[in-house]
């Protein structure tokens, strides 16, 4: 049945696939646009502007919409705690304040599965939905990430029905994490951590669209689903698959001790802190703890509940970067 949507986040990285795909099943799409630009972005993509703006979300009104799609959110790998939860939590909250008011039915929350991940850097071993989160997370992101979607799971209610879904490292041609690794690896910047050698789960960017569309109409309100890849990887194969696009080779990368790097990280921010630098470090405890570590999910709930396949396989979204 179509349905109206709003979809924010909607000119970024996820949002830019998703909106053709809703459009293309019939649905009437409405997309959050905070400027100009944003406004052409999202048009070209089939979606109707909506004005607004997630940092500054304290008069947010919508129209009458039948569901909200919530992929939008501050991501950085450093930099000062507050604009995270001004943007990831009372965003949010506003978000779903003014979902309810337009009388959207359905409300999904594109969270993280980092969520899950400890200050102390324990590994993380096919963790279901029963892991405790950490909205207090030395990470703003993470933080943020984990206490959004806490708002966004409390507020389920009996004709208000709102769901989380948490991607394990989002990748894809476009994303910032595949374009940068290459390029760093070819510069001599990159280094493992611990060679790479530990299971690691990811979700191609196409496989959370599938995810999203499905919770549409499916799934249990009030609770997160993790959703993965069909197939499983080691971090170091991930990246030895991303290198070998263009060309490069992994065998000469160096590898430091999770400690090591942990700690060079604070000392980078801290120096970026004290130089007032506009951008992240190239190396920060966030990015460290995020991909330094094993770190695999279960995502057999989301293949119960909401009828999740994967359809994207590792070998197709590869290709999809040649082509």
């Given at each position: 049945?179509?349905?109206?949507?709003?979809?924010?986040?909607?000119?970024?990285?996820?949002?830019?696939?998703?909106?053709?795909?809703?459009?293309?099943?019939?649905?009437?799409?409405?997309?959050?646009?905070?400027?100009?630009?944003?406004?052409?972005?999202?048009?070209?993509?089939?979606?109707?502007?909506?004005?607004?703006?997630?940092?500054?979300?304290?008069?947010?009104?919508?129209?009458?919409?039948?569901?909200?799609?919530?992929?939008?959110?501050?991501?950085?790998?450093?930099?000062?705690?507050?604009?995270?939860?001004?943007?990831?939590?009372?965003?949010?909250?506003?978000?779903?304040?003014?979902?309810?008011?337009?009388?959207?039915?359905?409300?999904?929350?594109?969270?993280?599965?980092?969520?899950?991940?400890?200050?102390?850097?324990?590994?993380?071993?096919?963790a279901d939905e029963t892991a405790r989160t950490y909205p207090n997370s030395f990470s703003g992101y993470l933080a943020s990430k984990a206490q959004g979607e806490a708002a966004v799971l409390a507020a389920n209610k009996p004709g208000f029905r709102t769901i989380a879904l948490r991607p394990s490292a989002i990748w894809g041609p476009g994303d910032p994490f595949s374009r940068e690794i290459p390029g760093a690896i070819g510069s001599g910047r990159f280094a493992f951590i611990n060679r790479g050698d530990y299971p690691f789960s990811t979700c191609h960017a196409d496989n959370v669209v599938e995810a999203v569309q499905l919770a549409l109409d499916h799934g249990t309100g009030g609770r997160a689903y993790f959703v993965n890849d069909r197939e499983a990887t080691t971090f170091r194969d991930f990246i030895a698959q991303l290198a070998a696009l263009q060309g490069l080779s992994i065998e000469k990368v160096r590898s430091i001790p999770y400690r090591l790097a942990f700690t060079l990280g604070r000392l980078m921010e801290i120096g970026a802190t004290l130089v007032r630098s506009a951008g992240d470090p190239p190396l920060t405890r966030s990015m460290i703890r995020m991909i330094g570590r094993e770190m695999t999910t279960s995502d057999a709930a989301a293949r119960r509940d909401l009828g999740y396949v994967g359809n994207m396989s590792r070998a197709d979204g590869l290709a999809a970067y040649r082509a």
């Open positions: 049945m179509s349905k109206k949507i709003l979809v924010t986040g909607g000119s970024g990285f996820l949002g830019s696939r998703l909106i053709p795909e809703l459009v293309r099943e019939g649905h009437e799409v409405f997309a959050l646009a905070r400027s100009a630009s944003s406004d052409e972005k999202v048009r070209a993509l089939g979606a109707t502007p909506v004005r607004g703006d997630l940092e500054h979300a304290e008069q947010l009104s919508l129209p009458a919409m039948d569901a909200v799609i919530h992929a939008a959110a501050r991501f950085r790998f450093a930099g000062p705690r507050e604009p995270y939860f001004r943007t990831n939590v009372t965003g949010t909250r506003a978000l779903l304040a003014a979902a309810e008011a337009s009388e959207a039915k359905t409300f999904v929350y594109v969270s993280a599965a980092g969520v899950i991940m400890d200050d102390r850097g324990s590994p993380i071993r096919g």
